[in-house]
């Protein structure tokens, strides 16, 4: 993972998103304060689609769900922890069990704001959505891979959620809607996802082993995994996700179900929780997703 560049996931979004409600008469923007500033030129133009609730993110995500009902497309957005984790219920409720669609979008990552502290980290998020069913995820991992993703989501009327982050690989390397392989080898597969592929790149060099990315984790794509492994000499398989550890190892296990192999999965860590502060680089080096954290597991694991 790398710094952030000039032009972000986020204001990405928020152009992308603004430029659609321009010929889109359904789309509305629910927001509880975050970028609310990003979205004023668009309030401007259409006041009564871009909505700010304020420091209530229940309700917005309730008025989110009664929009969906209206048959508008909300664009439901703020940090990750006060859409997904606080809200939780009324994502449950107002929206799947009504079965209504919305787009969800969050910034913040796992831990893009440490300085923040505890409350503003969610690496559990994509957890969470694989108890309910019907959700598309997408990790992007570069601002560029932003719109491919966004634009066909505010045209549906399905269910989505876009995590964002202000960390970001050097260049996109989504190729489409599956894996993208990224580097083919012989001794296993790297599942890299979002904004982990540079780190995995530099992690794997020199290590004959295939590498995939995905922006897209939720469909999985089970059968871009089987075809890589039908390519390698041992059916082992690295999961390397930029949020809780082990997040996706049921579907590589699905995918997999007429494949003896093992599986090793790095992420956030589940064991402990990181109540220092530090860097976004030094929580990475804490929980081994960082070059060398992944080398050496990678290393070890593949023999």
């Known amino acids: 993972m ?14 992308t998103v603004s430029e659609a409600m321009d010929t889109d008469p359904r789309i509305a923007v629910v927001l509880a304060e975050i970028s609310r500033d990003a979205f004023a030129p668009t309030a401007a133009r259409h006041p009564d689609r871009v909505i700010n609730v304020g420091i209530r993110e229940q309700l917005m995500v309730s008025v989110g769900g009664g929009l969906a009902l209206s048959g508008m497309r909300p664009v439901v957005h703020t940090y990750g922890p006060f859409l997904v984790e606080r809200p939780f219920e009324q994502i449950k409720l107002d929206l799947g069990h009504q079965d209504v669609g919305a787009v969800l979008v969050s910034i913040g990552g796992s831990y893009d704001d440490p300085v923040w502290g505890r409350t503003h980290q969610v690496p559990g998020d994509v957890a969470l959505f694989d108890t309910l069913p019907g959700w598309t995820v997408h990790t992007p991992g570069h601002p560029a891979e932003v719109p491919a993703l966004l634009e066909p989501a ?6 989505v959620y876009l995590r964002l982050s202000t960390r970001t690989n050097t260049r996109p390397y989504a190729g489409g809607p599956g894996f993208t392989t990224l580097r083919r080898g012989r001794r296993g597969v790297v599942l890299a996802v979002g904004t982990t592929a540079d780190a995995v790149l530099a992690g794997t060099e020199g290590q004959d082993v295939t590498v995939l990315y995905a922006a897209t984790v939720r469909p999985f794509d089970g059968a871009g995994l089987r075809a890589a492994i039908e390519q390698v000499d041992r059916p082992d398989v690295v999961l390397v996700e930029p949020y809780l550890r082990g997040t996706s190892a049921l579907p590589v296990s699905d995918a997999l179900r007429r494949q003896p192999h093992r599986l090793l999965s790095l992420g956030v860590s589940r064991d402990s929780e990181v109540r220092a502060y530090g860097t976004p680089e030094q929580h990475d080096v804490l929980h081994g997703l960082d070059a060398g954290g992944i080398a050496k597991a990678v290393r070890e694991f593949l023999g």
């Open 154 to 159: 505010l045209a549906g009327d399905d269910l």
């Open 2 to 15: 790398t710094s952030t560049t000039t032009t972000t996931m986020r204001e990405v979004f928020a152009q």
